[in-house]
């Protein structure tokens, strides 16, 4: 079955950095896009960042922008989310999902999150 | 930007009861319109893509319709495992939005 595992995350300081890891398991990992969605503590979802099938394409929300960066490794079946300058409104929980590859498909499925805390 | 907006924020239904939440898009979307079902604590579930497709193995009384820019998500026969916040979400364009979600209780 189709398992996304995140980890990586915890406290850190405003400023610093951070690496989030997704591994995947169950399907056939270089066939499908991967994203990134966060959830501030008792806020609604909001996209992060996407990474095509194949690496080639990578989509960010204006607030991360230069500061993120989205990476997969098909050998390790492993989607990454690089976090640089972070700030305190990157507080929240993490989650990586698939994007399924038929006509129309959204996000399928999610791994369970991982919480990232920025705060001195 | 496109922005999602869905009401009411919250409602309050009864066990057995048919439900209908509203997700309107600040543009025409076509029916790049998913729903997501989302516990306390818990990972967001997909539920809808398409505007009106079931995800495999969500049940049926879920459904969803709509193109353009009004959706709706109709849960029928309400059980208490469907007590939860609904989100609806575009994928027309990146950035990929949410709705600001619709929390379904108990009354």
């Known amino acids: 079955q189709v398992q996304l595992v995140e980890s990586g995350g915890g406290v850190v300081q405003p400023g610093r950095s951070l690496r989030l890891s997704c591994a995947a398991s169950?399907?056939?990992?270089?066939?499908?896009?991967m994203h990134w969605v966060r959830q501030a503590p008792g806020k609604g979802l909001e996209w992060v960042a996407v990474?095509?099938?194949?690496?080639?394409?990578?989509y960010y929300r204006d607030t991360v922008e230069g500061r993120f960066t989205i990476s997969r490794d098909s050998s390790k079946n492993t989607v990454y989310l690089q976090m640089n300058s972070l700030r305190p409104e990157d507080t929240a929980v993490y989650y990586c999902?698939?994007?399924?590859?038929?006509?129309?498909?959204?996000?399928?499925?999610w791994g369970q999150g991982t919480l990232i805390t920025v705060s001195s | 930007d496109i922005q999602m907006t869905q009401s009411p924020p919250s409602l309050s239904a009864s066990v057995g009861d048919r439900v209908t939440l509203t997700c309107r898009a600040s543009?025409?979307?076509?029916?790049?319109l998913a729903w997501f079902q989302q516990k306390p604590g818990k990972a967001p579930k997909s539920l809808i893509y398409?505007?009106?497709s079931l995800q495999s193995g969500v049940p049926s009384k879920f459904s969803g319709s709509g193109s353009g820019t009004d959706f709706t998500l109709t849960i029928n026969s309400l059980q208490p495992e469907d007590f939860a916040t609904y989100y609806c979400?575009?994928?027309?364009?990146?950035?990929?939005?949410f709705g600001g979600g619709t929390k379904v209780e108990i009354k």
């Open positions: 979400q575009q994928y027309v364009d990146y950035p990929l939005t």
């Open positions: 543009q025409a979307i076509s029916n790049y």
């Open positions: 398409a505007a009106s």
């Open positions: 169950g399907f056939t990992f270089n066939s499908y896009p």
């Open positions: 990474i095509s099938f194949d690496g080639s394409n990578k």
């Open positions: 999902a698939r994007e399924g590859n038929t006509a129309m498909a959204t996000l399928d499925y």
